[in-house]
């Protein structure tokens, strides 16, 4: 069964490193971020689909205060995707600083 796209926002070209923690910790850095997800790379520890994962971005100063949950919708041999939960003002206003300033990642 092919993969089908399920993307909602658009993506923005984002690298830099990620903590990421569930039933194991580990870090990476993101390949793209949206509004909606996010895609590590370079992962440090294997995190399966379906498994609820915490996130903390070193985007800019104080930014890496800010813990993102979502939920690993895709993995593969290097990495995987974020599906994020629901956010409040403070993550949603980080995600919007990040695209104000990121270029748009080609689909």
């Known amino acids: 069964m092919a993969f089908e796209e399920q993307r909602t926002a658009p993506r923005f070209f984002v690298q830099v490193p990620t903590d990421y923690e569930n039933s194991h910790a580990g870090s990476g850095l ?55 939960g629901d956010m409040d003002e403070a993550q949603l206003g980080v995600l919007r600083r990040i695209h104000q300033l990121a270029p748009l990642a080609s689909p």
């Open 30 to 84: 993101t390949e793209n971020l949206s509004l909606s997800g996010v895609l590590i790379e370079s992962a440090s520890s294997p995190i399966e689909v379906q498994s609820e994962v915490q996130l903390r971005f070193a985007f800019f100063i104080g930014s890496s205060n800010t813990v993102f949950r979502g939920t690993v919708v895709r993995q593969s041999s290097d990495g995987f995707a974020v599906h994020f």
